[in-house]
């Protein structure tokens, strides 16, 4: 429908075209920026122009006493969001296909799953680190800092399984049960491998929330910093081009992250078309 | 032995309820618990008193911030919602080939899963008094000297979070659009319907649930910020939960907690006044 009957595209294709371009570089423009100036010289600030390129802001960031602790955090992070990636992907999946029938207390459920998204994160963040001072535990990111970002993760993991499972055709599981399969081998053998891309989906967004939390780990993350909050630090006593450094370096993990996430979803896609054209 | 359905929906919904419940759910109870308990230099001390709430409604302060979060929320969801319309009718309704929509479509996203803290900071370069920004305006020759209020200024905050939280509204309004019939569509040109009116008779009403979502998206992060706020605007402007957060950093906890109570129940009557003007159900369900 975008073009009209003499083949030529409407005028207001060229208008939403340029809203969407200047979109576009308002969401890359200024992070494009601050890569650049991460390859600052020695002698070089915050803003252009660059004076020379080095690594110097680099180095920098992995000589400890410099910056803070960078490196400690960021292995910290690493390990959090893998953890926090894997429990979401596990527990959604169960949790969706537990979702697909009516049972008492799924209105409760779904409910506690969007109040814990649209809660401000520091609320979550504030109760967790009384609620822990009230047992007299000590706040810790492997226990509270995973338990508040889970709160963050699950409940997107879950919206994307339900999208992933509502466009998921019954049949398939149908057409096993009348061959004899049992509920273990329908799931394993049918369910989750047509569920496979979205479930990666899930992981995605599981180690990305998780690896950039902030509002929600600032207060249960106990005397040891994650990356975020050591980025945190940074903005309030860093004024070097190291800070965009550190940018640099979370944002190409990110990348990478994302890359594999989409690659492998997409190798998927394209074999099995392959393998539904062969048949 | 046969397990009946609700159960074996109840062990796999399980994990997800004890953990919600858990890190969530007795949390929130926690601090509206704490929200009555009284405290001194070092502890907080269980008891029930209603000052934390009689000092939060008896101050002018609380009034100023809530205007504030109010004013950058509304500012920032006619932007974020004029933005995710246009980008999300474009993407819809102007790109045939779907390997380029959805390429276009993860264009956009892509930035999501990046580190808001850093894309925050990325403005800083951008719109300083010898920023990129300013040199571009001088060079134009359209301003003679730096203009001072772009960086550290309410404009920087609204700025960071169009572009923090615009995707938040391109989502939503990108799925409930793409689920819109396009026969539905060709039948109002063929019955003479003009451009704009198709985008405010059928493309609007049929996308009112994917803006609903959006808004509730934007309006709750926007509410629950502090970093942004404390960031970009130099500590000129505050928001609530700026001034909560500096309530725990001197360990003021219960008052602090009342004030979460306060800012959630605001948030809550927000979020209940858009689901009732828009079911969202229907969103979510399908």
Redesign the interface.
Known sequence: ??TTASGK??W??YV??L??TL??I??????T??YI?SFQGPEGG???PMRGVSTQWFHELVEPGRSGDIAGSFQRSMLLAAVASVLTV???I??G???R?R????GF?FY??V??L???????G???S??F??MGLETDWRISGL??Q??WT?PFG??VM?AVI?RFNRSFEEAARDLGATAWQRTREVTLPILLPGIIGVA?FGF?LS??E??RTV?TAGTENTL?LE??AM?TNVTSPA??A??TV??II??V??GAA?GSIALIQRRRGRNVASH | MKLSPALISWLQVGPLALILIVFFGLPVLVVVAASFFDYDHMTVIPTFILDNYQDLFSSDVTLRLYLSSLKFAAIVWVITLLIGFFVSYFLVFHIDSLLIKIGLFLLCSVPFWTSNIIRMISWIPFLGRNGIFNQMLQDAHITSQPLEFLLFSDFAVVVAYVHLFTLFMVVPIFNSMARIDTRLIEAAKDAGASRFAIMREIVLPLSKSGIALGTIFVVTQVMGDFFVVKVMSGGQSASVVSALSNQIQQLEYPPAAASAVILVIVVVLMVAAILRIVDVRKELAS
């Open positions: 429908m975008q595209r409407p207001t294709f939403l075209a809203i969407f979109f576009v308002f969401l890359y423009g200024p992070m920026v601050i100036l915050l803003t252009f596990l527990i959604c169960s949790a296909l537990g979702f029938r049972f008492p207390g799924a459920v506690l799953v109040a814990s649209v809660m401000p994160g520091i609320f979550v504030l109760g967790i009384l609620g001072q009230l338990g508040a889970l709160t699950l879950l919206l339900f509502g995605l990305t690896y950039d902030f509002a207060l975020p980025i945190w903005t800070l965009f550190v940018g979370t944002t990110s990348f992250v994302i989409l």
